[in-house]
């Protein structure tokens, strides 16, 4: 009768009486031979039985964001920046030609970063534009507003009644379907300081699917905190938005609004959600009066700065990567 291999490593007391033998220090060496030979083989079965069961989690077992463990310590590593693997984003603005909003877009064209960090963009303009190599601002016509800027009427807005003018853009967009084929559609305005990677990764951070007809509501505590300098929408949400502008034309008194109440007003009258993103951008326009705010690094936006030297500063700020002040734009390679 074969023994099993914790039969063959019992205690001599703990055999029963049908089982052969247990040899004893006094036996001959043969039989202290036998008994090595026999723990051996048990523990050589051991061994093997215990590498098939694991062989289908050969390999180690990582977690995403972890370094493989190491010496009983687990050491964290930074997660990879969310590029274009991430939500695909169309961003645009529109910019006076004669200004300083030319300067910035300039420097940023030059520089490939804000909006032409973005998976596409389209830049809109009162006049004729190239902002550097093939890309050519779009003109729209006259950006002066009929309305005569913050006073107008007793719905005042914190913002210029710019609404007429983004009339002409949302029709440029919708007759051509540039945005059709990304996730999500980025207005900003030019001095925005504006971080792409970080508005892929909010999206992603929060669970907010592509498919979602949502808008991003930015400024707390507010009636209406759809504000302009980033204005973040999904492509389903945009194209309803934009085909039906014409119906909230008509139906909501809009002549004394900014076009960011106008498009809030419009959204919420069309039943797109809102999707509250207090923790997105950094505006002294909310609950402030235009005063530059703190660039530290975590926010997707940052805004009002006015100058080329301004926004290179708090991009630098927000992305840990200073340039040096009053350095051209296009000279600081090291900020990508």
Known sequence: MEQSCKECLMRPDAADE????????NNSRRARFVWLTVAAACLVAAALLVANI?????????????APRSGGMQRKVQLPAI??????????CIMRADSYEHDILEAQRGQMVGIFECDGQMVFSDSFVTLGGDFDAESIGSLSSPFGGQNAGDNKT?????TDNFF????????SNSFEGYDFVVKVDPDTVFIPQALRHYIAQHGIPADASLYFDNCPGVWNGFYGSIEVISKDAFGVFVQNIDQCKQTLQWQSWGE??????????LGIMKQEAYDLA????CHGHGMAPACSPGMAAYHPFKSVVEWQDCRGRATNTFATAGTNMQATAGWQ
């Open 260 to 269: 960011d109440l106008f498009a809030q007003k419009c959204m919420n009258s």
């Open 83 to 92: 590029f274009s693997s991430g939500p695909t984003l169309f961003c645009w």
């Open 158 to 162: 914190k913002s210029w009644v710019n």
């Open 18 to 25: 049908s089982a052969p033998p247990v040899p004893t220090l």
């Open 282 to 285: 950094k505006d002294g326009n």
């Open 54 to 66: 694991a062989r289908p989690l050969a390999g180690p077992v990582r977690f995403f964001g972890d």
């Open 168 to 175: 002409r853009a949302w029709e440029r967009l919708r007759s």
